[in-house]
């Protein structure tokens, strides 16, 4: 598979198969307001499905620039208190992200929500979700995860994102 080169750093969400709510954070969140914008934008976009129906969620933290303190706790909070919808909620990390960044993460999962997990690998994580899954979701989660590890951000992320079509910017 061919890099995806990027074209503008942003963060993204967005359901386009079935139930499957998949967010990619590749320029971070500074602000708590940012932090906010994500979660109106998972609100906006769960509004795409039935009210009954429950969401699968999959974070791509594997390009998360450093986060201070003050965002790493409401992040935190945010998804601790948040997704009544969630049948299931995921963050793919990488061992190579800054550390508070891992910290967030393994912060997340230790929530007392029995449904957030958190992976390093791939195949770890799709194996995880499948039970989850219908077989257009389980396809449109493996192309998720294959275009976050194409894509060559610098660690600062400072080069652009590009995007399937019509991303939402979550922040």
Same mark, same amino acid.
């Given at each position: ?16 198969v079935g ?10 969140y500074r602000?708590p307001q ?76 230790? $929530?007392?929500?029995?449904?957030? *997990? /958190?992976?390093?690998? @791939?195949? %770890?994580?799709? #194996?995880?979700?499948? +039970?989850?899954? $219908?077989?257009?979701?389980?396809? *449109? /989660?493996?192309?998720? @995860?294959? %275009?976050?590890? #194409?894509?060559?951000? +610098? ?17």
């Amino acid at each position: 598979m061919a890099a995806v080169v990027p074209t503008s750093v942003q963060n993204t969400c967005g359901i386009y198969v079935g139930r499957l709510l998949e967010i990619r954070i590749l320029a971070g969140y500074r602000t708590p307001q940012e932090v906010h914008e994500l979660f109106e934008q998972i609100a906006v976009e769960l509004t795409k499905i039935k009210e009954a129906q429950r969401v699968v969620v999959i974070s791509d933290w594997r390009f998360c620039p450093p986060l201070s303190d003050e965002i790493s706790k409401l992040l935190r909070e945010r998804v601790a208190g948040s997704h009544p919808r969630a049948q299931a909620i995921a963050a793919i990390g990488s061992k190579d992200s800054p550390a508070d960044v891992v910290r967030t993460l393994q912060l997340i999962q230790e $929530t007392k929500n029995p449904a957030t *997990r /958190l992976f390093f690998e @791939v195949p %770890e994580l799709l #194996s995880w979700a499948h +039970p989850f899954l $219908t077989g257009a979701e389980f396809r *449109r /989660l493996r192309t998720f @995860v294959d %275009e976050g590890k #194409s894509m060559q951000l +610098p660690v600062a992320n400072a080069a652009p994102r590009s995007g399937r079509s019509a991303p939402r910017n979550c922040g």
